[in-house]
């Protein structure tokens, strides 16, 4: 499975993933969900995936492509005048590489090998922009009443995003609340796992302002569990005691 999220904040766009696939508890393994290109003061896009490997696989090949291959060519996320048009672009390509590899397998009409992405960027003279994008092709755009995205393993780690998000929070605090949202999800499934891929997108910086793997052994990732860990039990202690005492005086159930 995969946990991916993507936020958008006053000073940018932060994005996180896991790593983790697996078909079965005996093959697991290792491979990155998150991409980016970039042309330094121009543009930044960047993509997150969910759903079947070799359909995400087979997305994120033909797009590298396309921003490699000379002459005639369909367009390229490095090409595409808006963020709309690359978010277009990105879920045509999902539609089609699902549609074919269902007909080419014989399952026409199942959902088999379907998948989802996330696309986050900035054109130069344009605002930062996110979406989420569908199997079908379609997507929605982040706004202020829905200022960020997950997809894969959701359940989890979307309470603590919930409580915690600022619009102008730091991207450090950002970060934090990322991290504290992963770990949850990754105590509660195993099929969500380090190392986690980190991306900041600063407003009009059109490069990363931060790009990094954190894995398993990261000294502040592992802080953050312990201490999270921590605070939940001590809030859990510091709330009023329940008391068989005081419930004698309830209706009974019949």
Excluded at 125 to 137: A, C, N, Q, S, V
Excluded at 209 to 218: G, K, S, T, V
Excluded at 237 to 244: E, G, Q
């Amino acid at each position: 499975m995969t946990y991916c999220v993507g936020m958008t904040l006053d000073k940018g766009l932060v994005m996180m993933s896991d790593t983790r696939t697996n078909s079965g508890v005996d093959n697991i393994s290792v491979f990155r969900k998150m991409f980016h290109w970039c042309v330094p003061g121009e543009r930044i896009v960047a993509i997150m995936t969910a759903g079947n490997l070799a359909t995400t696989q087979a997305v994120i090949s033909q797009l590298e492509e396309r921003t490699k291959a000379p002459g005639e060519r369909r367009p390229s996320v490095l090409e595409a005048p808006t963020m709309f048009q690359v978010a277009t672009e990105v879920g045509a390509l999902l539609n089609e590489t699902i549609r074919t590899r269902q007909m080419s397998d014989g399952h026409g009409g199942g959902p088999r090998f379907t998948a989802s992405i996330i696309v986050a960027g900035q054109i130069k003279g344009m605002e930062p922009r996110l979406f989420m994008i569908y199997p079908e092709g379609n997507f929605i755009e982040a706004s202020f009443d829905t200022p960020f995205f997950q997809i894969g393993e959701t359940k989890y780690g979307r309470p603590i995003i919930l409580r915690g998000y600022d619009r102008a929070m730091s991207f450090e605090d950002a970060v934090k609340l990322m991290m504290v949202s992963f770990d949850s999800t990754l105590a509660a499934n195993l099929s969500v796992g380090l190392p986690l891929d980190l991306l900041v997108i600063e407003r009009d910086r059109f490069e990363p302002l931060e790009q990094r793997r954190i894995l398993a052994n990261d000294p502040y990732f592992k802080t953050i569990s312990s201490s999270w860990g921590k605070a939940l039990r001590d809030a859990f202690h510091s709330l009023p005691a329940y008391s068989f005492e005081d419930t004698k005086q309830s209706v009974p159930i019949e």
